[in-house]
C-alpha cells in the first residue's frame, strides 16, 4: 500500500471517528442540573414574561422559576436578561423525511400509487415510521431554535394523504405525541376527486361510512383496505386530529358543518381565507395554522387572502399557529420571521410566541410536556441575543431535556470549512479546505 493510500485510510477512519461523535454529542444524554440566570423569561404561559428571572433544571425538567434561587451543584448559565423561551413549532415539514427537495429518493412524504384516477386512498400510509433523526437538515433547525415539527404526508392519487406525528428534533426516532391524519380540500386536491371539489364530500362521506361499517364488505366501489378502515376508525368521533389544508371561506364553512355532522377532531392549515369565517372557528374551537405572508391571490380559492388574517383570527378567540406554504423543511427556521410579520400586521406578540411554542403544543398533544415555561415541564429551551420574532437576533444555545445541543449544522461546518485565512504562497493561496498537503 503507498503512503498516500495509507493517509487517505487513515483519514477516512478519523473522519468516522469525529462523525460518531459529533453523533453521540447530538443523541439523548442524562440530564445534569442547570441553572439559567438572570433571563427575560417568556414562558409561553399563563406566567406571561418574567424579568430577571432563574429557570432551574434537574433531571430534565424544569425545577423551579423564580429569583436568587440557590445553584448548588448545577451548571451556571448567566443570561443576562437576554430572553429565554421554550424551544420553537418548526411548522408542517418534511424534516427528517425530506433530504433534497428535487431528489425524490431522499424523500418519503408522498404515496404514489398508480395514476391519480385510481383513487388508491391510504389513510394507513404513516410517515413518521421513516423518520430519520439524523437527518442533516435538522441540526440547521435545531440551531435555529427549532425544537419540535409536525411532518406531513401525502398522496398523488387520494385526498387523503396519510398519517403524521409531531417530532421533538432532540435525536429521537419515535412521535412525541399523537398521530395526525392529512386531508386537501379545494381546488388543489380536485384532481384527486374527479376534477370537482363537490366530490370531495360525497368521497368523504363514503369513506367514513366504510371506516364505521356501513357498507357491506363487497360493496361495489368500497376504497379502503382493511387497515386503511382500521386508521380512519382511530379518527372519528373525535379520538384524533385531522388537519385540512384549504383555503377558501366557503370550503371552511363545508369542513365545520361535515366535521360536526361526523363529531371530527380539525385543525386548518393555510386557512388564507379563514379571517372570513374567523367566528365560526372560534365557536368551533377549529385552530389555524396560517402563512402570515400570503397577502395575494395565489389561486382562485386564496383571492381574499390577507396578510392580516393571524391578527383578525386571533381578534375573534381563534389558536393561531404557523405553518409556511412551500419549501417548509429547509426554510423552518424562518417561520419565527414569519410570526414577526404577523405581530407586524396587528397580532400581539404574546399571541406571536404562542403560535410558534403553546399553541402548537396544545393541537398536537404535547401541551403536557413542552411548549411552556413551567414548573414539571420538559426543559427544552433556546437563550436568544435578543427578540426571538425579530430575525436580527440568534439563538445562542438549545437545551433538550436541559443538555445543551452542539450549535453547529452542515452549513455552519461548511462556512467554518470554507472561511479560513489564505495560506502561505506555497499553497498557492487556497484555504485549507483546497490544501493538497
Known amino acids: 500500500m503507498s503512503r498516500h493510500a495509507s493517509n487517505r485510510n487513515v483519514s477516512r477512519a478519523m473522519a468516522r471517528v469525529l462523525a460518531c461523535a459529533l453523533l453521540a454529542a447530538a443523541l439523548p444524554a442524562t440530564a445534569q442540573s442547570l441553572l439559567i440566570r ?20 434537574q433531571g430534565g425538567r424544569i425545577a423551579a422559576i423564580g429569583t ?13 436578561g437576554r430572553p429565554l423561551t421554550p424551544t420553537l413549532f418548526g411548522g408542517v415539514t418534511g424534516l427528517g423525511i425530506e433530504e433534497v427537495s428535487g431528489e425524490s429518493a431522499t424523500r418519503d412524504d408522498r404515496l404514489s400509487l398508480g395514476e391519480a384516477s385510481d ?50 428534533l432532540d435525536g429521537s426516532l419515535d412521535p412525541a405525541g399523537p398521530k395526525v391524519l392529512y386531508l386537501s380540500l379545494g381546488s388543489s386536491a380536485a384532481g384527486q376527486s374527479g376534477t370537482s371539489r363537490a366530490a370531495q364530500w360525497m368521497l368523504l362521506d363514503q369513506l367514513v361510512d366504510e ?30 386530529t385531522i388537519v385540512v389544508g384549504v383555503h377558501r371561506a366557503s370550503d371552511i364553512r363545508q369542513l365545520l358543518r361535515w366535521s360536526r355532522r361526523h363529531g371530527l377532531t380539525v385543525a386548518i392549515r393555510g386557512g388564507a381565507e379563514a379571517w372570513k369565517v374567523a367566528g365560526e372557528l372560534a365557536a368551533a374551537r377549529v385552530p389555524v395554522f396560517v402563512d402570515p405572508l400570503a397577502n395575494l391571490p395565489a389561486d382562485f380559492d386564496q383571492l381574499g387572502a390577507t396578510m392580516q388574517n393571524a391578527a383578525r383570527l386571533h381578534a375573534a378567540g381563534v389558536r393561531v399557529g404557523f405553518a409556511q406554504a412551500s419549501d ?19 397580532l400581539p406578540w404574546e399571541a406571536g410566541l404562542a403560535g410558534l411554542t403553546r399553541v402548537p403544543a396544545d393541537v398536537l398533544g404535547l401541551g403536557a410536556s413542552i ?33 445543551a445541543i452542539p450549535m453547529r449544522s452542515r452549513q455552519t461546518e461548511l462556512r467554518d470549512r470554507y472561511l479560513q485565512p489564505v495560506t502561505p504562497a506555497r499553497d498557492g493561496g487556497l484555504p485549507r479546505a483546497y490544501r493538497t498537503r
Open 328 to 346: 417548509a423543511s429547509h426554510n423552518a427556521r424562518k417561520l419565527r420571521q414569519l410570526a414577526g410579520n404577523a405581530v407586524a400586521q396587528g
Open 38 to 57: 438572570g433571563a427575560t423569561v417568556h414562558t409561553a404561559g399563563a406566567q406571561g414574561t418574567l424579568q430577571n428571572t432563574d429557570v432551574l433544571v
Open 371 to 403: 411548549g411552556t415555561i413551567a414548573v414539571g415541564r420538559t426543559a427544552d429551551l433556546v437563550l436568544w441575543s435578543g427578540d426571538p420574532l425579530d430575525v436580527a437576533h440568534t439563538a445562542e444555545q438549545v437545551w433538550f431535556d436541559g443538555r
Open 119 to 168: 383513487m388508491a386512498v391510504r389513510p394507513e400510509f404513516d410517515v413518521s415510521l421513516a423518520f430519520n433523526p439524523e437527518s442533516m437538515v435538522i441540526p440547521v433547525a435545531r440551531v435555529e431554535g427549532i425544537g419540535f415539527t409536525l411532518i406531513s404526508a401525502g398522496s398523488a392519487s387520494s385526498i387523503i394523504g396519510g398519517q403524521g406525528a409531531p417530532m421533538r
Open 68 to 80: 436568587g434561587l440557590a445553584a448548588g451543584d448545577a451548571q451556571v448559565v448567566e443570561a443576562n
Open 211 to 240: 371506516a364505521r361499517g356501513r357498507l357491506p364488505a363487497d360493496a361495489q366501489g368500497a376504497a379502503l383496505t382493511p387497515a386503511g378502515k382500521r386508521a380512519l376508525a382511530g379518527y372519528l368521533d373525535g379520538r384524533g
